[in-house]
């Protein structure tokens, strides 16, 4: 027994001294067993009985440790796989108090303190108290960097739910104005089958720019109608026979007599819809 290795209760005051969490699991037999949480490494610690420490590794604590002890010159691979051959050489070492980490890739299931454990952990073995500072730097490092995942991934969810809700609150902005403009708009019905469509009038002085008057359904103007919009009288242009004045507006027709004293009649459903006489 090598009593210069730390104990259990001064392996805990050490790990907490560098900030790292402890999870405990209900379940665990073995009282000398810090696991760092639920699903991550765990470091036994029975130096009563043994001179050495273990920690049962993920994959991400395994390559860090092992990368670092080997620029340390520190990393020792063991290919063995069988369980007596691996406990002689761990005896090996430990009768010496090597500085050597030995590391077991991939375990082997009879060297899992619990044989039920579904997941297969990578097995570290270290000999010294410097070597245990050594892998708890490893496991803090990883530590910290989790850390800094986690807050930056919860920050790109908050920043990502606040772009949401800006394009939500714009979205609600611009169905409630399309839901003022639409009460501005006088609507006419046909009591018979129900449909209605925007008033012409109205519709004109409410149209976005660069909208076709073409485009609001289609109904059958009443003269009155037609005269909220082309009034009679009044001063109209017209591509191919230039200025004119309103006579008249019968029955859905417009009469207008031009600068050269030709008469034309127009439908005004169409005039209006086309854009084929304005208002001058």
Not at 244 to 260: A, N, P, Q, R, T
Request: aromatic residues 8%.
């Amino acid at each position: 027994m090598n009593n210069q290795l730390y104990i259990y209760e001064e392996v805990c005051d050490l790990i907490n001294e560098k900030g790292l969490d402890h999870y405990k699991k209900e379940n665990d037999q073995d009282k000398f067993i810090w696991r760092f949480s639920e699903s991550g490494s765990s470091l036994h610690v029975n130096t009563i009985s043994r001179s050495h420490y273990v920690l049962y590794a993920t994959e991400k604590d395994y390559n860090l440790i092992h990368k670092k002890a080997e620029e340390a010159k520190l990393a020792l691979p063991i290919k063995e796989s069988k369980k007596d051959i691996i406990e002689l050489m761990v005896s090996q070492y430990e009768g010496v108090a090597s500085k050597a980490i030995l590391f077991v890739r991939n375990g082997n299931k009879g060297l899992l303190q619990d044989p039920d454990e579904k997941k297969l952990y990578h097995v570290i073995y270290f000999f010294t108290n410097d070597n245990l500072n050594f892998v708890l730097d490893c496991l803090l490092e990883n530590a910290l960097y989790n850390e800094k995942l986690r807050q930056k991934k919860a920050y790109e969810e908050k920043l990502r739910a606040s772009e949401e809700l800006k394009a939500l609150a714009a979205a609600q902005t611009r169905m409630m104005n399309s839901q003022k403009y639409r009460r501005k708009v006088p609507m006419y019905g046909d009591a018979k089958s129900g449909a209605t469509s925007y008033g012409v009038a109205s519709a004109l002085s409410y149209m976005k720019p660069g909208a076709s008057a073409g485009s609001a359904p289609a109904k059958k103007l009443s003269d009155e109608e037609i005269r909220n919009v082309i009034p009679e009288g009044a001063s109209v242009s017209h591509k191919k026979y230039g200025n004119g004045k309103v006579k008249s507006i019968i029955e859905g027709k417009i009469d207008v007599l031009f600068e050269d004293s030709v008469e034309k009649t127009f439908a005004a459903q169409v005039c209006i819809d086309k854009k084929i006489l304005t208002i001058n």
